[in-house]
T-cell receptor, first 113, second 114 residues
Framework: GQNIDQPTEMTATEGAIVQINCTYQ??????LFWYQQHAGEAPTFLSY????GLEEKGRFSSFLSRSKGYSYLLLKELQMKDSASYLC??????????????FGKGTKLSVIP | SAVISQKPSRDICQRGTSLTIQCQVD?????MFWYRQQPGQSLTLIAT?????????ESGFVIDKFPISRPNLTFSTLTVSNMSPEDSSIYLC???????????FGPGTRLTVT
């Protein structure tokens, strides 16, 4: 079966750094995605990792360790607008016909002044 | 990236009726999917919309309840049939672009069934 775990809630201070962890156990692996979702809005694509290591994109970085079934999303220089839910998702298929995502329950991040 | 639009953005429907949701993409995409997000929950895949053939449904979702069409590479529809209050949810169209790497979501359709 598929199992994706991430913390339910986190709180961090404006200007600080926060790391949101995600562990997964899936029958296959073809990439890990992070999305940001503000309340009442659709998910916004943040990052995609398919190889081990760190991918940096501005204030956001995402790390993947396939052997450990582990990823994290690192947010630097937190801003109030970063308050949102962060969704970890795994693409567990392979081949041209298997690109659907399985999502974790999401981590609600609250940034406080 | 891809720009995705959905119609309607929201609707309130009576029990027993049907609603068709449209998804339009600004460029040809390789894969299109329909997801559901129930209140306070994460996203669940309903089906993969296949161009020119029947959609591929996930466990727990059937064609009679959620018929899907995809007549071309930029457009798809999802119908929620014979609605009940349990169908109240946000329905999201999602696409994979030509590189097979990034996946994007439409703005969603917020459905309330009374």
């Amino acid at each position: 079966g598929q199992n994706i775990d991430q913390p339910t809630e986190m709180t961090a201070t404006e200007g600080a750094i926060v790391q949101i962890n995600c562990t997964y156990q899936t029958s296959g692996f073809n990439g890990l995605f992070w999305y940001q979702q503000h309340a009442g809005e659709a998910p916004t694509f943040l990052s995609y990792n398919v190889l081990d290591g760190l991918e940096e994109k501005g204030r956001f970085s995402s790390f993947l360790s396939r052997s450990k079934g582990y990823s994290y999303l690192l947010l630097k220089e937190l801003q109030m607008k970063d308050s949102a839910s962060y969704l970890c998702a795994v693409r567990d298929g392979s081949g041209a016909g298997s690109y659907q995502l399985t999502f974790g329950k999401g981590t609600k991040l609250s940034v406080i002044p | 990236s891809a720009v995705i639009s959905q119609k309607p953005s929201r609707d309130i429907c009576q029990r027993g009726t049907s609603l068709t949701i449209q998804c339009q993409v600004d460029s040809q995409v390789t894969m299109m999917f329909w997801y559901r997000q129930q209140p306070g929950q994460s996203l669940t895949l309903i089906a993969t919309a296949n161009q020119g053939s029947e959609a591929t449904y996930e466990s727990g979702f059937v064609i009679d309840k959620f018929p899907i069409s995809r007549p071309n590479l930029t457009f798809s529809t999802l119908t929620v049939s014979n609605m009940s209050p349990e169908d109240s949810s946000i329905y999201l169209c999602s696409v994979v672009t030509s590189g097979y790497y990034e996946q994007y979501f439409g703005p969603g359709t917020r459905l309330t069934v009374t």
